[in-house]
């Protein structure tokens, strides 16, 4: 019989990986195959400047956690994997994907995002997407610029009558 003690810290574990999926927007499974200490910690510092977390997990554990929300991702599970998630769905993808292009042995595996699994290719789609901040900035451009063309119009307009 397993000792007990062990037993506990296991399910604090699984509990900890449960919660984090659920209180996060996107949940990213990575391989590590090879990538050393210092770009491990310059990954979760780049993570952390996003509101985001990098943890290493036994996979067993992770299976069992995601078994336990039904979600089943259970064939990516194999080999070294580290997980990066944040509350924001874009900004752990993006800082993933960016220093993944300096770093080829990181890869992307699958995600859950929102609570679904979703493939490489959606996460690849997804990083494209500008920042909270990007999409703001753009909004607000686009509400100004009606505004602003009629003023335009009414100034050009004006010039018209004088002449």
């Known amino acids: 019989m397993a000792n007990p003690k062990i037993l506990e810290r296991k399910q604090a574990i699984i509990d900890e990986i449960t919660n984090n999926v659920k209180e996060s927007s996107s949940f990213i499974f990575l391989d590590n195959n090879g990538l050393t ?11 952390k400047e996003s509101g985001s977390e990098l943890k290493i997990y036994k996979n067993t554990l992770v299976a069992r956690a995601l078994k336990d929300l039904n979600i089943d991702v259970e064939s990516e599970l194999n080999g070294p994997k580290v997980v990066a998630f944040g509350k924001d769905i874009i900004e752990p993808i993006k800082a993933v994907t960016e220093f993944s292009k300096d770093h080829d042995k990181l890869v992307m ?16 789609k997804l990083a494209t997407i500008p920042s909270r901040d990007g999409l703001l900035t753009m909004f607000a451009s686009g509400l100004l610029a009606i505004p602003r063309d009629f003023a335009i119009c009414l100034d050009l307009h004006s010039k018209n009558l004088e002449s």
């Open 109 to 124: 595996k699958i995600g859950i995002v929102d609570g679904k699994v979703t493939e490489v290719d959606e996460l690849k």
């Open 37 to 47: 200490v210092s770009e491990t910690m310059e990954l979760r510092r780049k993570l």
